[in-house]
């Protein structure tokens, strides 16, 4: 029991020293390792031969991963769609069909991020790339500062719910779930969002007219011509996630396909030239290596955990407690929120996850089978990450529109967000209690 004890202080410590490396902004990934590494040593007593004795396996083990490939693939695709010009096909086709709407060219900006999302799998190239194409069309019109930069916002966060999706690749990775699963699993949620976004857009005009005012109305031909345009766009979507999902190419082979057929596009009908080219394959050089190192000081702290006990422990006390599994639950998710606060989403993803999970496997969650709740709390934990992207005071994606937007307060654009964050709330109360909601396709499939 002692040693119980003394292994859960030593968690508990590792947890408060790796808080107060993030606030001295110490990167999340040498934080980790750092922690990770103190915190190994110290349960062997102290001694720094058996961490560099477990240093020598760790990187080869986590990078010599077959499956980790899939990353950088998805990075590269999102990266030809940012710099082929693909984003502005896919605003434009929307903004032809809506924008006459009153608010429309602001649901066009959130249904462009979704679609692009579809192919990017990063909230903040979403953002930043969707905000550059949106945000002059909704100044042209004279949207209100708020409107425009707070649907941009949460329209970003649709990058990551969207498959594909990096994170939901991170959590199939620690929780030795199936990526195609997950990835479908997304699509019913994600769509959730974008309607969500786009039915508080609509409330907010109906109030006040003036914030989202209607666009032009081009002839049926333009509509048509412009979806003819981005048709190819939604069959690589389709085409990457139903091969994952279908078993006829693995992730890595989806991937590889989806980034080659993007880059095609970029070149045929975005105009990408060899510029575009090299900053893609930069873009994804310096993104792949960020998230590999946060891999990496991610597996030093589950190790120096994994000796502490703590994640079984809690899981058995939590178990004990009394506590009801929906009390238990809304208590992790309280947290999530609290931790989008101080650290981005992927790295949240990476603490978390191998303390969370094996309390919430442990939880009986309406007779929910063990692969039907591991889906569903990926899910889950997802769509409650994503909130830390506008929410303060790090809401990544609200500081990059608001730079784009220029001459916009910043109280504005946290204005503007705020029913955006109300919609997500929604959302998050209603898949805990119907988890059907991301499961019907997977059962509905027979998966």
Partial sequence: MTDAVSGLSAGLIMFGVLMALLVLRIHIGIAMFLVGAGGFALMQGGHWMPLLNSLKSLAYARLSNYDLAVIPLFMLMGQFATHGGLSRALFACLNNFVGHFRGGVAMAAVGACAAFGAICGSSLATAATMGQVALPELQRYRYSGALSTGALAAGGTLGILIPPSVPLV?????????????????????????????????????????????????????????????????????????????????????????????????????????????????????????????????????????????????????????????????????????????????????????????????????????????IWFGILALMVVEIGLVHPPIGMNIYIINKLAGGVPLRQTFIGVIPFLLSDLVRIVLLVFFPVISLFILHASGG
């Fill in 170 to 374: 991170i959590y199939a990775m620690l929780t030795q779930e199936s990526i195609g699963k997950l990835f479908v699993a997304a699509i019913i949620p994600g769509l959730m969002a974008m309607l969500g976004y786009m039915l508080v857009i609509r409330i907010v005009v109906a109030r006040d007219p003036q914030a989202g005012p209607a666009g032009a109305n081009p002839p049926l031909a333009v509509k048509l011509r412009s979806l003819i345009g981005v048709t190819p766009v939604m069959l690589v979507f389709l085409v990457v996630i139903v091969g994952i999902y279908d078993g006829w190419a693995n992730p890595t082979e989806a991937a590889s396909i989806g980034a080659a057929a993007c880059g095609l596009l970029a070149i045929t009908t975005g105009g990408m030239r060899m510029e575009g080219m090299v900053r893609s394959l930069l873009g994804t050089a310096q993104a792949s290596a960020m998230i590999l190192l946060v891999l990496l000081g991610a597996d030093m702290l589950n190790a120096g955990l994994a000796l502490t006990q703590m994640p079984a422990e809690l899981a058995s006390w939590i178990q004990h407690s009394g506590l009801s599994p929906l009390t238990v639950i809304f208590a992790i998710l309280l947290i999530y929120l609290l931790l989008g606060c101080v650290m981005d989403s992927l790295a949240m993803i990476l603490l978390t996850i191998p303390i969370f999970y094996p309390v919430v496997m442990g939880l009986d969650l309406w007779g929910m089978p063990a692969q039907d709740k591991s």
